[in-house]
Nanobody, 126 residues
Framework: QVQLVESGGGLVQAGGSLRLSCAASGSTFSGYIMGWFRQAPGKEREFVAIISQGGGGTYYADSVKGRFTISRDNAKNTVILQMNSLKPEERAVYFC???????????????????WGQGTRVTVSS
């Protein structure tokens, strides 16, 4: 099992940046694909980005390509989501998720992930 704790959310103006962190503990971090999802008020949780076990593979939702960057540091058991040029409609709770697997899979459905953090809230003012 792995435990996930997100941090870094907050209030930012439209066009601004935030850096979200997800700290993992409890298992071999490098054995997991890591993902970021978000859930806006009144909406379903949606995929944002994922990163492969070693960090060499990434995949993004079309809506965030070119603005968000996912990275990981397996030595520190941490995955980062750097968010630039934020938009008001990206106000949401952002969740870190983990899927234990030995292969690189572009898993974009939240049902594919076994482990979740509690989320960190991002508010983007217009």
């Amino acid at each position: 099992q792995v435990q996930l704790v997100e941090s870094g959310g907050g209030l930012v103006q439209a066009g601004g940046s935030l850096r979200l962190s997800c700290a993992a503990s409890g298992s071999t971090f490098s054995g997991y694909i890591m993902g970021w999802f978000r859930q806006a008020p009144g909406k379903e949780r949606e995929f944002v980005a994922i990163i492969s076990q070693g960090g060499g593979g990434t995949y993004y939702a079309d809506s965030v390509k070119g603005r968000f960057t996912i990275s990981r540091d397996n030595a520190k058991n941490t995955v980062i989501l750097q968010m630039n040029s934020l938009k008001p409609e990206e106000r949401a709770v952002y969740f870190c998720a983990a899927r234990r697997t030995t292969t690189w899979e572009k898993r974009v459905h939240d049902s594919d992930y076994e482990y979740w953090g509690q989320g960190t809230r991002v508010t983007v003012s217009s």
